[in-house]
């Protein structure tokens, strides 16, 4: 292995190929925003779901 194999804390680094990476966008964004009735995308209230804005455990 070669010291571009890691991150910059020292963590094997982790390849994603077009599709994994579109998965994992697509995830942060239902995180974060919802579809309404009409097709529009709005951002989800606060407190809902158990879900903190940044996508992390509450009191994490």
């Excluded at 994603?16 to 989800?44: C, F, I, M, R, T």
Aim: charged residues 20%; aromatic residues 6%.
């Amino acid at each position: 292995m070669c010291s571009s194999d890691f991150n910059r804390r020292g963590k094997k680094a982790v390849t994603l190929n077009d599709n994994q990476a579109h998965q994992v966008a697509w995830n942060s964004v239902k995180n974060s925003y919802e579809q309404s009735e009409n097709g529009q995308w709005q951002h989800k209230a606060e407190g809902g779901a158990g879900i903190s804005s940044t996508g992390t455990m509450p009191g994490a």
